[in-house]
């Protein structure tokens, strides 16, 4: 059973940073892309950052400078390491794990940037 732990939301004012991390319960980590998604209330939920098993990143437009996503492998974790947040980033943040047709999630982690 893959079980994926989101940390690290919370509360920040714009222009502020916040770090997520996602522990992941796999025996081989480092074949597994990764990705992190969001998902704003009323909106579909939307690819924020991906990094694959080799260690490519690639981000949406709108986290384009801000975001990094990093991971580690002899952690089993990715990260996402978030700058000069924006009011329109509030969001749930889950983190997704894919091999071919398989693809799980994590609970989500909540992220509200606001003065």
């Known amino acids: 059973q893959v079980q994926l732990v989101e940390s690290g939301g919370g509360l920040v004012q714009p222009g502020g940073s916040l770090s997520l991390s996602c522990a992941a319960s796999v025996r081989i980590f480092a074949i597994y892309d990764m990705g992190w998604y969001r998902q704003a209330p009323g909106k579909q939920r939307e690819l924020v950052a991906r990094?694959?098993?080799?260690?490519?990143?690639n981000y949406a437009d709108s986290v384009k400078g801000r975001f990094t996503v990093s991971r580690e492998n002899a952690k089993n974790t990715v990260y996402l390491q978030m700058n000069s947040l924006k009011p329109e980033d509030t969001a749930v943040y889950y983190c997704?794990?894919?091999?071919?047709?398989?693809?799980?999630w994590g609970q989500g982690t909540q992220v509200t940037v606001s003065s």
């Open positions: 997704n794990l894919a091999l071919g047709v398989s693809s799980y």
């Open positions: 990094i694959t098993s080799t260690g490519r990143p």
